[in-house]
């Protein structure tokens, strides 16, 4: 069944000495567009769950948040950079004597100084945090896909239950449109008769004018492709693939279908009806632009 493209999913877990947090939101677009935002020292993360997103979902506006949280402190070391700290000692002697200062300074105020404390971290394997990572998004992306395919259902209910006026409609035209050309025919002759009154009239002359009317109203044509169209447009519906272009496409000529009804019908009952038909055709584009 149809999904649509706004959806959110959020997943927490503590893994081996890691908290990881992945929650996704999306709304409508054209194409897939990702971006995320992963901790600077997880980088590396971006490419992959971008890849591992795209693998389940295709189309979209997707935002994705990245929390990575190491519970495992003593993987930590923070180093003196003796170096800087001797010369920053250095500038603070010659400042005291200079300006004839005491010197109260200690290792904290030279600690404070920026880069003079140096935290090193032991380094991590990428590929093992990826996979940690992969399972949180894993069920994260489930969520997300639910809630996507629950607003899916009531998109297929709202389109299903207008097709289903626009074939109603289109029984009415085919069985109205016969009618159409058979008052035209009686209008005709009456018409004749009013401006030349008993005399004979020519029936062959009638047949003609009336059967190029009729070739010029029919619409049998185009009501047995709308009616293909709205057969193809609920085979989409039951699609678990991404059929949302397709749909839009097809949705485009059952409007010219109805449009080509529209100029065709000399028939006023029948050009309400085009009217209405183009209405509901209106709503199911738009609700087609949120399906993925």
């Not at 939101?25 to 897939?32: A, G, L």
């Not at 029948?270 to 087609?288: G, L, P, S, T, W």
């Amino acid at each position: 069944m149809v999904k649509s493209m706004t959806g959110f999913g959020r997943a927490v877990a503590e893994l081996d000495g890691y908290v990881i947090t992945i929650e996704l939101k999306s709304v409508n677009h054209r194409y897939f567009e990702f971006y995320s935002r992963c901790p600077r020292q997880y980088g590396f993360i971006d490419d992959k769950i971008k890849s591992y997103v795209n693998s389940r979902v295709s189309r979209g506006k997707i935002e994705c948040f990245v929390g990575i949280e190491a519970l495992n402190t003593e993987a930590a070391e923070v180093a003196v950079n003796n170096t800087l700290a001797s010369a920053y000692v250095k500038a603070l002697k010659e400042l005291s004597s200079a300006y004839n200062l005491k010197e109260d300074f200690g290792a904290s105020t030279i600690s404070r100084f920026q880069d003079v404390l140096v935290v090193k971290k032991a380094e991590e394997d990428e590929e093992k945090i990826w996979q940690l990572v992969k399972t949180v998004a894993s069920d994260a992306v489930d969520r997300f896909i639910e809630m996507r395919s629950v607003e899916g259902e009531k998109m297929y209910d709202d389109i299903f239950s207008r097709s289903q006026f626009i074939l109603d409609t289109v029984s009415f035209i085919e069985e109205r449109s016969p009618q159409t050309v058979k008052e035209y025919n009686d209008k005709l002759i009456e018409r004749v008769h009013e401006l030349i009154g008993d005399v004979s009239l020519d029936e062959s002359r009638i047949i003609q004018e009336v059967a190029v009317y009729a070739d010029k109203v029919a619409v049998a044509e185009e009501t047995v492709r709308l009616r293909s169209h709205i057969e193809q447009l609920r085979e989409f519906l039951n699609c678990d693939e991404a059929v949302g272009r397709k749909m839009d496409f097809l949705v485009q000529e059952i409007n010219r279908e109805t449009n080509t009804i529209g100029s065709k019908c000399n028939d006023v009952e029948i050009a309400r009806k085009v009217v209405d038909m183009k209405a509901e055709i209106e709503k199911i584009r738009e609700q087609i632009q949120n399906i993925e």
